[in-house]
């Protein structure tokens, strides 16, 4: 490069030029929709002019600024020579700038990156190799960078490094002040576009839609204590018409949700995916399957017609509608929903679900039943029978008398020889109770189309480890009123006869609850829901700079975008849950009841367990634990998952935490923990659970907890859902009419076609397609995922301590995946496989890309 005279004068005068490297990743690769980037990058390119960056002091502050950093002379993005461009993954293009500077800079310790081009481009890092005094400077950017006219502030990107507040170089605290106080946004008060950077709260006043229709109006939840709920990202769209505490609703079609637009990074593609996914399902495929399915009698005329999903296919006729669906979607979803099929047509086909893919019929046994409450979609239910027969909790001057109508006679053959006195003592009865979280919604449930009962199922733990189901009670609310408590009957195992088809549907019912409870409550309320107030604290309260910010950044990677796209199409009013589980328009109030018991103490793997009597304290076993059932898949491998977790954040936090004291005078952590209960749960502000973050081990706990949440819970929960729950009969989300009672035509049919009964009474046909659909994308792992023990940068920090004690977590995963092969391979451990003979691999580490029932991502990504 020649250089001119005037540099040559300043060069001369003292000053150097330092070269720095820029990646920037290609805005085509990042966006689904957004078609036209390449060629728009192509022909406005940002060297020159157009891109300004400006060191700023760590070291040296300018006392006319009150003693912030000295920012620099600019330099400007250039093309480096051809023969010196390193080997970049695809997608990303390497620029090179030139600073020129001299002893009065000091030490650069963060940079100002100014936009003057017309779109907007992701800067992933910059890094200075050599800079006279110190060697290499590197800054993990990772953030979308609009024009300057966006902004009414610079935008800054500090060096890798990590400091405490206190410990923050005096010319950097006024910039990390400034940086946090742009992302509280809280003096802005309009509807926010792409390109801002607030992270506010708001109440889930989304989901209902009273501008369209009375029918579509739901309920607040947030900020009242008959609907407690976590608060989600503010967007700050205006009221609606009709309703001024509800906000306004984007159209249907419209993905342009507001959040962050740095949330909608990760692998902002495989997001787009999902929303795009969410859009064809209800607007193409939806209407697509309500018009060609036979709708009398609406239902599957036997179970070979289900398995033709997935080995024949659905075969779609060669019309108008069905050819505007295929050419209206991309590409990786047209392979989603349609395949080829004959004639050229489309074919509606699903992958082939793993709980179909040794024996067709395995679903329909006991075995399979109790092992998938130790080792399925939703293992995070089942607890010890403390008592029998079971109490309700609800409040009897409202509900009556709720308790259970179990009866010694209605088990006591089926305990091995035990009475019922002695599987309670010995601890050998087990539980799944769905009756108090559905019981006060059951009226109004069953007044719509859906036709289900509140369930409770006991378990007998036998003596190689298994599980085997009791009974199973059914109930109803009294006909004559609520306050006079529950009718209820209860439904015994039988093998042969029309009892069998009486005891598969019993079971069909109780699995209907599960499958409600599981997506609204341990899928989306427990992880989804909880995990978005930290993410918002975080960014407002917790400087880049933070230790704990860069410990729990990659734990929320994409988490908002998810979310926002689940409350337009997902759990909205009218959307694809709404539609596909039984609660129907209750559905998200339901889990808001429920999130009044909602404990952040309990979500902690450890006490989870304890509080559900699968474990108990035992000073003589590992990590002092000692497991109920010790064969108990998620319990086995969470908790080797969790106490990796745990210790990683031991040893990350001590390198910056030596005490108490430290935790305790940490400024922006305390804020930060302030910040998540008050306002972020503030409807729990008030709960003595709460930890006061005092100390180190608060920290670490409270740490443990979040990173387990946002990674590993889950991956329990979701990566299952279609090995598991793509074949509906297996795990039903509605049911339409009630048990046939004998001396009716259901009954009569129930003997002489016990198939039709079932596909009578489970999902219809509509919904099975829709359910599946659904769930085969929310199972799909993204191509370019990072999972647990793995970043996007190995920069990330520049203390080689920290690289050291993730490099020791990520071994410790390692052979936690080889140690759960290992299990799934020991013929003696009979919960791990089962008679589906499906490998418990959900919380295995790591994984391929697609649907693989294994892998656990750093965050709720989809």
Not at 699 to 727: D, E, K, R
Not at 751 to 772: D, F
């Amino acid at each position: 490069m020649i250089i001119s005279h005037i540099v040559k004068d300043v060069l001369s005068a003292g000053k150097k030029k330092v070269k720095a490297s820029i990646v920037i990743m290609d805005k085509n690769v990042l966006s689904l929709n957004d078609f036209n980037a390449s060629i728009l990058n192509q022909i406005q390119d940002f060297v020159g002019q157009s891109v300004e960056l400006r060191l700023i002091s760590a070291t040296v502050g300018d006392p006319n600024k009150g003693n912030r950093g000295v920012v620099g002379e600019p330099a400007n993005l250039e093309r480096p020579p051809l023969s010196f461009i390193p080997k970049l993954i695809a997608g990303e293009t390497l620029y090179e700038a030139h600073f020129i500077v001299d002893e009065s800079l000091g030490i650069p310790g963060a940079i100002i990156v100014k936009n003057r081009h017309l779109a907007e481009f992701y800067l992933k890092s910059i890094t200075i190799d050599d800079f006279p005094g110190k060697g290499r400077i590197h800054f993990d950017c990772n953030s979308w960078v609009y024009n300057a006219n966006k902004y009414d502030y610079d935008r800054i990107f500090f060096a890798n490094d990590t400091y405490l507040p206190e410990h923050t170089p005096g010319p950097l605290k006024g910039y990390r002040e400034d940086e946090l106080r742009n992302l509280r946004g809280d003096n802005v008060n309009r509807e926010l576009e792409e390109w801002d950077r607030v992270y506010g709260y708001a109440y889930y006043n989304d989901l209902g839609a009273p501008d369209l229709s009375p029918s579509l109006a739901r309920p607040i939840l947030g900020g009242n204590s008959q609907f407690p709920y976590p608060r989600r990202g503010k967007t700050g769209r205006p009221p609606a018409r009709t309703d001024r505490n509800s906000e306004s609703r984007l159209f249907a079609l419209d993905l342009n949700i507001y959040v962050p637009r740095d949330e909608k990074f990760g692998h902002l593609k495989f997001a787009d995916f999902l929303g795009y996914g969410l859009k064809a399902i209800t607007k193409d495929l939806l209407p697509l399957v309500q018009s060609i399915v036979d709708f009398t009698p609406k239902e599957f005329d036997s179970l070979k017609e289900v398995f033709d999903l997935y080995e024949g296919g659905f075969p779609l006729p060669d019309i108008p509608l069905v050819r505007k669906f295929i050419q209206s979607m991309p590409f990786e979803l047209f392979k989603t929903f349609i395949t080829p099929g004959h004639n050229q047509r489309g074919v509606l086909k699903f992958p082939l679900p793993h709980i179909l893919q040794k024996d067709k019929w395995a679903w329909r046994s006991d075995e399979e039943f109790a092992r998938e409450t130790l080792a399925g979609v939703n293992p995070i239910m089942i607890q010890l029978l403390k008592e029998f027969p079971p109490k309700s909790s609800l409040d009897p001057s409202l509900y009556g008398n709720q308790n259970s109508t179990f009866k010694e006679q209605d088990i006591q053959d089926n305990l091995d020889g035990y009475s019922v006195y002695e599987a309670l003592q010995l601890k050998k009865l087990l539980i799944i109770d769905h009756h108090d979280a559905i019981m006060p919604y059951l009226r109004r449930i069953n007044s719509t189309d859906n036709k289900i009962y509140a369930s409770r199922t006991l378990f007998f733990l036998k003596k190689d480890g298994t599980l085997k189901p009791l009974a199973i009670e059914l109930s109803l609310p009294h006909p004559g009123g609520d306050n006079l408590g529950a009718v209820s009957t209860v439904y015994k195992p039988a093998s042969v006869g029309v009892e069998s088809t009486i005891w598969l549907l019993a079971k069909s019912y109780a699995l209907v609850n599960d499958s409600g409870v599981h997506q609204l409550i341990s899928h989306w309320l427990r992880t989804h829901a909880v995990i978005e107030p930290f993410v918002i604290a975080t960014n407002r309260q917790l400087s880049a700079l933070h230790p704990i910010n860069k410990l729990l950044a990659p734990h929320y990677r994409d988490t908002m975008n998810i979310n926002a796209q689940a409350r337009h199409t997902l759990i909205s009013a009218g959307g694809l849950l709404e539609f596909t589980v039984f609660p129907s328009k209750y559905a998200l109030e339901m889990s808001a009841v429920v999130y009044k018991s909602w404990n952040f103490l309990d979500q902690a793997l450890p006490a989870d367990l304890l509080k559900r009597g699968m474990a108990e304290i035992d000073r003589s076993s590992p990590h002092n634990l000692r497991l109920l059932i010790p064969d108990y898949p998620y319990a086995v491998d969470g908790l080797a998952i969790w106490f990796a977790i745990e210790g990683w954040v031991r040893e990350y936090t001590a390198i910056y935490y030596p005490n108490d004291s430290a935790v305790q005078q940490d400024g922006e952590l305390q804020s930060w923990w302030t910040e998540v209960r008050e306002v972020g749960h503030g409807d729990l502000k008030d709960q003595p659970w709460w930890p006061s973050l005092s100390t180190l081990e608060d920290l670490i706990q409270s740490c443990t907890t979040i990173i387990w949440i946002a990674s590993a819970m889950h991956a329990a929960v979701n990566f299952g859902q279609y090995p598991y729950a793509g074949y509906l009969p297996n795990r039903p989300t509605a049911s339409r009419r009630f048990m046939p009672q004998p001396g009716t035509a259901e009954y009569e049919e129930l003997e002489k076609n016990p198939e039709k009964a079932l596909l009578k009474t489970i999902t219809n046909q509509v919904q099975t397609i829709i359910g599946i659909s659904l769930i085969e994308v929310l199972s799909n792992h993204a191509s370019d995922e990072l999972y647990l023990g793995q970043r996007a940068s190995a920069e990330w920090a520049s203390d080689n301590r920290v690289i050291q004690a993730f490099n020791r977590f990520g071994s410790k995963l390692k052979e936690i995946e080889k140690n759960i092969s290992n299990l799934n391979h020991d013929p003696s451990l009979k919960n791990r496989c089962g008679p589906a003979q499906v490998p418990y691999y959900l919380l295995s580490p790591y994984s391929e890309g697609g649907i693989t029932a294994k892998g656990i991502p750093n965050s709720i990504s989809i």
